[in-house]
């Protein structure tokens, strides 16, 4: 795994929590969902371009 896809990894994740946290404390209407869902697919483009698009990663159950 390069460092640059790690670091992309990193922030992308860093933005979901960050997200997440902001609408956990929103009062009303939410409408960051499309951010979460754009930083999402980031990783996945990232995983794919990485691993292929045939990557499975095990699961607890694997």
Do not use: C, N
């Amino acid at each position: 795994m390069s460092e640059r896809w790690g670091e992309e990894i990193r922030h992308s994740t860093e933005e979901i929590r960050d997200l997440l946290g902001a609408i956990d404390e929103a009062e009303g209407p939410i409408h960051d969902f499309h951010l979460i869902r754009g930083q999402l697919d980031k990783i996945d483009s990232l995983v794919e371009t990485e691993y292929g698009p045939e990557t499975h990663f095990p699961d607890e159950t694997d």
